[in-house]
C-alpha cells in the first residue's frame, strides 16, 4: 500500500514537471516526464491524453492515434475521450476509424454537439446528403442560442444551419414538382391543410399545435380521446375481440416473433424512451410493420387480419399501416412521448388486462376495458402503466384521420411516394 502512494506522488510530481515543461514551450523535455510516468502507470489516462494532444499539435499523427485508442480502450466513457482519437483519425484518413470513433462519442452522449457537428460533417465529406442533413439538422436542434456557443465552434453551427436550410430548400422544390401534376389532377379540391403540411415538413412554415415527430398536418384538432362515433367499422372488430385474444393466445404460446417494441441502435437521442429501447418489458408481435404484412405472424392470425381490413388504415410508402399486438410487463411504465403524424391516429382494443393498469393522453387518464376499444392521437403527449403483477397486452393499428378528406389522404399517400423518389435519387 506504502508503494502505491509511493507511485502516485512520483507520478503527481512528474506531472508537475510536464506541466512546467510544455507552460516553457519544452516539449521534448515534457515527452520525457510522461514517458517515465507511463513506465510507472501504463494506463494512466491524463498523460496519455496530453501526449496524444502533443502529438496532434505537432502533426506527429499516428503517435496521436495510438495514445487515443489506448486512452478510449482503458475508459471510454468520456465523448471527448472518442471525439480526439477521431480527430487522430480524420488527420490520418482513416475514415472507418473516424466513423467508429464519431459514432462511439454519440453513444456516450448522444446530445454532445461537436459530436454530432463531426458526424455530420464526415457524411458531407462523403457525399451523403441526407445522412448530413440529418445530422446537421441534430446539430441545430441541440445548439444553444449562438451567444451561449464558444466562439470556436460557433462558424461550424452556422455552417449547419445554413446546410439544413439549403437541404430543405432543395427538398420542397423537388417536393412541389413531383406533387405538381397531382395538385393538377385535384384542382377542385381544397388543398389548403396539405399544402400548409409540406410547407412545415421543408421547414418554409412553422408548426403552432401539435407536437407530431415526423409529419405534421395543419388545423387538425388535437383530440386527446376521439368519440367512437366517428368510427362506424370500430363495433365490428370489437365484436370479434375473443377471436383476437384466441390467436393471441396461440401465438404467445408458441413463443416465436416477439420483438422489443423500440429496437435503436446506439447513439440515437431516446430521451425519456432509452430505458425501454431493445428492452423485453415492453414487446410486440408485428402483423403489419411499416406498411408491410408480417407474413409468417400474420397467417397465424388469420381473423385478426380479416377483422383488420375492417379498419381505414393509412397508406404511406415505407410507414404505413402497422398492426401489433403490444406486451408491458408487470411493472412497467412507458414514459410521456408522441408519436410520428397526426395524419393517422391509434386505436387500442384491450386484450388482457389486470387491474392498476393505466393510460394518460394530455390531461386524460383512462384505464382500458377489454374489449372496448379506445382511438385516440398519439402526437399528443401520451403514456402507460402497468403495476400490477401481471401482462398487459392490447392489439394496437393505426387509422387515418377521420377529419382528412380523400383528396388529402390521396395527397398524403403522394408524398410519402415523393419522400422515398427523394431519398432514391442521392
Known amino acids: 500500500m506504502q508503494q502505491a502512494r509511493d507511485v502516485a506522488r512520483e507520478i503527481e510530481i512528474l506531472t508537475g514537471a510536464a ?47 495510438k495514445a487515443f485508442e489506448r486512452v478510449c480502450q482503458i475508459d471510454g466513457s468520456d465523448p471527448q475521450q472518442w471525439i480526439s482519437l477521431a480527430i487522430a483519425y480524420r488527420k490520418l484518413q482513416n475514415i472507418d476509424g473516424e466513423q467508429l470513433a464519431v459514432q462511439q462519442a454519440l453513444v456516450a452522449d448522444p446530445m454532445d454537439m461537436l459530436a454530432l457537428i463531426m458526424k455530420a460533417d464526415l457524411h458531407s465529406r462523403l457525399g451523403e446528403t441526407h445522412q448530413a442533413a440529418l445530422a446537421y ?37 423537388f417536393l412541389d414538382d413531383f406533387l405538381a401534376p397531382v395538385y393538377k389532377e385535384l384542382s377542385g379540391e381544397k388543398l389548403d391543410r396539405f399544402r400548409d403540411s409540406v410547407d412545415i415538413m421543408v421547414g418554409r412554415k412553422k408548426r403552432y399545435d401539435s ?51 423500440l429496437e435503436y441502435t446506439a447513439g440515437v437521442p431516446m430521451g425519456q424512451l432509452a430505458e425501454l429501447n431493445n428492452s423485453p418489458d415492453w414487446s410486440a408481435y408485428h402483423l403489419i410493420k411499416d406498411g408491410l404484412v408480417q407474413e409468417s405472424n400474420a397467417a ?23 398492426a401489433l399486438f403490444s406486451l408491458l410487463k408487470p411493472h412497467t411504465h412507458i414514459r410521456p412521448h408522441t408519436g410520428a403524424s397526426n395524419v393517422r391516429l391509434l386505436t387500442h382494443i384491450p386484450l388482457i388486462i389486470p ?35 401481471k401482462l398487459r397486452v392490447v392489439m394496437i393499428f ?23 423518389a427523394f431519398k432514391d435519387s442521392k
Open 19 to 65: 506541466n512546467k515543461a510544455m507552460q516553457e514551450g519544452k516539449g521534448s523535455q515534457a515527452i520525457t516526464y510522461w514517458g517515465q510516468i507511463l513506465l510507472l502507470n501504463p494506463n494512466h489516462i491524463p498523460t496519455l491524453a496530453a501526449l496524444g494532444k502533443y502529438c496532434l499539435a505537432t502533426n506527429d499523427d499516428n503517435s496521436a492515434c
Open 137 to 173: 439538422g441534430s446539430v441545430v436542434k441541440v445548439a444553444p442560442p449562438m451567444e451561449r456557443i464558444h466562439p470556436n465552434l460557433r462558424p461550424s453551427v452556422e455552417f449547419a444551419m445554413q446546410y439544413k436550410a439549403n437541404y430543405d430548400q432543395e427538398h420542397g422544390k
Open 211 to 261: 407536437q407530431s415527430l415526423i409529419y405534421h398536418y395543419p388545423n387538425l384538432a388535437p383530440i386527446e380521446f376521439f368519440d367512437r362515433k366517428s368510427f362506424p367499422w370500430l363495433a365490428d372488430i370489437e365484436n370479434g375481440t375473443e377471436q383476437i385474444l384466441t390467436e393471441f393466445m396461440h401465438v404467445l404460446g408458441e413463443e416465436e416473433g416477439f420483438t422489443p417494441y
Open 300 to 322: 397465424k392470425c388469420p381473423n385478426t387480419m380479416q377483422l383488420l381490413s375492417l379498419a381505414p388504415q393509412p397508406i404511406q410508402l415505407g410507414k404505413t399501416p402497422s
Open 355 to 389: 387491474n392498476d393498469c393505466r393510460f394518460r393522453v394530455g390531461n386524460q387518464t383512462r384505464e382500458w376495458i377489454p374489449g372496448e376499444g379506445i382511438v385516440f392521437d398519439d402526437t399528443i403527449e401520451h403514456e402507460a402503466w402497468n403495476h400490477s403483477d
Open 398 to 420: 393505426d387509422i387515418w384521420h377521420p377529419d382528412l378528406s380523400e383528396a388529402e389522404r390521396h395527397m398524403i399517400t403522394e408524398v410519402s411516394k415523393a419522400l422515398s
